[in-house]
């Protein structure tokens, strides 16, 4: 790695910022870089020395295999340790940091008469009481528990409740279909449902969002659903639960105010191994069927600790805020685990960035006095439509760090983020990580690295990327291939749940020896690294991964349609949208109300994220002499882009150009 000497506009860090920083230059960040790839033993163990450990480790901070051929892939984090998630994140900073008082949480609903302050001491005792509750209804160590709520304090008392009590729990985004949820339930065998609604009339209530099906269904295997009583009925998508209507069973349905007021505030944590499970959280997978993937107790909070402390510098005085779901990794590792083991205070925003007016986020930022601010790019070119305007009305002079996550971003973003939002003054990191890498991988660090609009500079400690050719070859120097990893960090997934084959199969057959993100990558002259998007069947919509299976899965369901086809294409505001070829069945007729059928389909089967923007009519799709659908060609269909190579390979090169013909229809 060099020390950059670009000629291209490099952004510095402020000398403010590395006055105090915990790294505060870059040849710090090559020492401890260093330190962490040649010593990780020692590296770690300082890492682990700050948290409460029931029983020390008796093996080794980090052990791993990535070689399928020399047997079965795993890693293993302080074998032998005994701790708990939620004695760590919370009792540690009550019993011994003497920070009961300090607020945990400002929670800002979606509408802004909503608010409320939580404390570190008042979390603790809410999560107690919600840890006896789930206790009282069964809830055993490794038991899962599925979760559907909004952005509202409950769903952080849950998952830390499950902490506790050694269940693992399973969120599921509230923007996501009864039918997704369904799915993610039975996969995930969660016996307990907790979610939100309100009473209707008497014996009816409704439930946010529909999970009417999910839970009159019996093979969904809920026994207990537990609801939170809410009145604000919006989520993040805009998705209005009012419509659905459950009938209440008392069997099953338990209100969460009746069962938490009498459940006692004080619960011994159970003392988890440090392989243990933390949670399961699903993603998308390339065959279109969700992946469950798995987090574990010691190495997650290990490095979602870390990467919070020194991505974000954070000191004790800032208040910091993502604006992720929690639905998303992105919320569980930077909304819950790596602020809450800071011992941070955090604002917790459940409504929306334009609602009720276009200036909410900044508006936010001056009520709390934010310092440190993490979004998506999606929302930033979101927000670049209104112009400066709406951000002139308030004071943004708190802020110190800028963030992003969840897909490239576009330099143009980044330089109005950098301009407009930070006034020039707010290094912004952006970091690239997945769900699967649990925490940031490559990112900048604030006082440390100089920064290259649209990269995500170098690795973070403890990682160490490669960039192989199709052959597995590694590349060196200035280059352009696929991105791996050659080792493991603590917070890297260990499985995905039930599915060893299906997790050694996804990530490390390619390239032996490697964990294979599924991301192109580009390092320049300086050894910056440049994400270059997905390399597989994925798209990345407003920074929410999803296969191109699903959504055809979802398509194909209708009765008109006999095949179907999804390639992404560019968007100025969610980066990538959906553009879908459907070949209709003999006799069946293309025409408005049968693209806003399908739209409507994909909407109720996988949730309003998926909903295409496209639908364009293919008597036939363009495939290879094998039968293989060729989505280059559709992908420079769906963008119009005339110069199509060598077609070859296609078994009928005729296809090509009635889909352009029938192109404009479509857009
Ligand atoms: C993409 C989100 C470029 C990437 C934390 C990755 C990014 C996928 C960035 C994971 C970034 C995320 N720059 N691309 N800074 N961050 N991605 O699992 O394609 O929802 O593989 O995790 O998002 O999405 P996931």
């Known amino acids: 790695m060099v020390v950059p000497e670009s000629q291209e506009k490099m952004y510095y860090p402020p000398v403010e910022l590395q006055r105090n920083a915990h790294v505060p230059d870059f040849n710090s960040y090559l020492v401890m870089y260093k330190k962490s790839l040649e010593n990780p033993e020692a590296f770690w163990r300082e890492v682990a020395d700050e948290f409460f450990w029931k029983k020390p480790a008796t093996g080794p901070m980090l052990q791993h295999n990535f070689d399928m051929t020399k047997g079965n892939i795993f890693v293993n984090c302080m074998e032998g340790a005994k701790t708990n998630m939620c004695y760590n994140v919370l009792d540690r900073h009550v019993k011994e940091g003497k920070l009961g008082e300090k607020v945990a949480y400002y929670w800002e609903g979606n509408s802004p008469d909503h608010h409320m302050t939580i404390t570190y001491r008042q979390l603790l005792s809410h999560v107690c009481r919600c840890a006896n509750v789930l206790k009282q209804m069964g809830v055993k160590r490794g038991d899962r528990v599925s979760i559907y709520l909004p952005m509202i304090p409950e769903l952080i008392v849950t998952m830390l409740a499950c902490a506790r009590i050694g269940a693992v729990h399973s969120i599921v985004f509230a923007g996501f279909s009864s039918e997704s949820l369904c799915e993610r339930i039975m996969d995930a065998q969660s016996s307990v449902l907790v979610t939100a609604g309100k009473l209707l009339q008497h014996q009816t209530y409704a439930i946010c969002l529909d999970v009417t099906c999910c839970c009159t269904r019996r093979s969904s295997g809920v026994t ?11 989520t993040r998508t805009g998705t209005s639960c009012n419509k659905l209507q459950t009938p209440w069973e008392s069997e099953r349905d338990v209100w969460w105010d009746e069962v938490m007021r009498d459940s006692p505030d004080e619960c011994e944590p159970e003392w988890m191994d440090a392989e243990d499970p933390l949670f399961i959280l699903y993603t998308s997978g390339s065959t279109g069927k969700p992946k469950g993937v798995v987090h574990t107790v010691a190495g997650y909070l290990l490095y979602t600790s870390l990467t919070f402390r020194y991505v974000f510098d954070h000191h004790p005085d800032d208040v910091y805020w993502c604006t992720a779901d929690i639905g998303w990794i992105t919320g569980h590792s930077y909304i819950t685990y790596g602020p809450l083991a800071n011992g941070a205070t955090s604002v917790l925003f459940e409504g929306l960035p334009v609602h009720p007016h276009v200036g909410r986020f900044w508006e936010i930022i001056e009520k709390y006095k934010v310092t440190k601010f993490y979004t998506a790019p999606t929302a930033i070119r979101l927000l670049m439509k209104y112009g400066q305007e709406p951000l002139r009305k308030y004071d943004l002079s708190s802020l110190r760090i800028l963030g992003t996550v969840g ?41 440390a690295t100089p920064l290259k609009p649209g990269s995500a500079t170098f690795p973070f400690f403890g990682v160490e990327p490669a960039i192989l050719n199709e052959h597995g070859e590694e590349l ?50 300086d050894g910056y690294y440049w994400i270059t998007g997905r390399i597989d ?39 990538e949208c959906l553009y879908c070829f459907v070949t209709l069945k003999d006799s069946k007729e293309f025409n408005c109300k049968l693209v806003e059928d399908l739209k ?32 280059r060609i559709l992908r420079q269909i769906a963008r119009n882009e005339k110069d199509l190579g060598d077609l070859s390979t296609l078994a009928d090169p005729k296809v090509v150009e009635v889909l352009f013909n029938q192109r404009s229809e479509a857009a």
Not at 425 to 441: A, I, K, L, N, S
Request: charged share 25%; glycine share 8%; aromatic share 10%.
């Open 476 to 525: 060196e120097g200035v280059t352009e291939g696929y991105l791996v990893f050659r080792k493991p960090w603590p917070g890297i997934m260990r499985t995905i749940y039930k599915n060893q084959e299906l997790f050694e199969n996804t990530y490390f057959r390619k390239f032996p020896g490697f964990y294979v993100t599924g991301d192109g990558c580009r390092r320049d002259k």
């Open 600 to 631: 409507r389909l994909v909407r109720e089967k996988i949730g309003p994220i998926a909903t295409p923007d496209f639908i364009q009519n293919a008597p036939a799709l363009p495939k290879t002499r094998s039968g293989k659908i060729m989505r």
């Open 224 to 234: 207990t659903c537990l609801v939170i009583k809410h009145q604000a009925q919006r």
């Open 537 to 575: 069947d994925m798209l990345n919509v407003s920074g929410h991964l999803m296969s191109t299976a699903e959504v055809e899965a979802a398509l194909m369901l209708h009765q008109s349609v006999s095949e179907a086809a999804v390639v992404s294409r560019p968007h100025k505001v969610k980066g």
């Open 407 to 447: 897909e490239p971003i576009n330099p143009e973003a980044w330089r109005w983020y950098h301009e407009v939002v930070g006034q020039g003054r707010c290094p912004v990191v952006d970091t690239f990580w997945q769900t699967e890498t649990g925490g940031h991988v490559l990112t900048p660090l604030p006082a």
